[in-house]
């Protein structure tokens, strides 16, 4: 089992910044995939950003590509998402979620663990 905590979400003008944090339960972080999604009002929830084991391999929705940073502290069982340059559509709920197995997915359903979310909410 792993329970995951995440935090960081807030209001922000569009063009600026946010980091989220997840906080994983459990002695066998390191052996999890890790993902964020994300959820807007009225949509599916929709892969954001994954990262392997050990951080060397990150995976990004097209669509924040060069904005988004997915990075892990297998020491501090965290996994963060920096989040810059934020625009509008950004808005939505965040969900951290963690994958056992070695590969990454963007499938929502091949996440077995996941947050309660974190809001975050661009403002134009």
């Known amino acids: 089992q792993v329970q995951l905590v995440e935090s960081g979400g807030g209001l922000v003008q569009a063009g600026g910044s946010l980091r989220l944090s997840c906080v994983a339960s459990?002695?066998?972080?390191?052996?999890?995939?890790m993902g964020w999604f994300r959820q807007a009002p009225g949509k599916e929830r929709e892969f954001v950003a994954a990262?392997?084991?050990?951080?060397?391999?990150?995976y990004y929705k097209d669509s924040v590509k060069g904005r988004f940073t997915i990075s892990r502290d297998n020491a501090k069982n965290t996994v963060y998402l920096q989040m810059n340059s934020l625009k509008p559509e950004d808005t939505a709920v965040y969900y951290c979620?963690?994958?056992?197995?070695?590969?990454?997915?963007?499938?929502?359903?091949?996440?077995?663990?996941w947050g309660q979310g974190t809001q975050v909410a661009v403002s134009s």
């Open positions: 979620a963690a994958k056992a197995g070695s590969s990454t997915s963007t499938a929502t359903g091949d996440y077995a663990y």
């Open positions: 459990g002695r066998t972080f390191s052996s999890y995939v």
């Open positions: 990262i392997s084991w050990r951080g060397r391999n990150t």
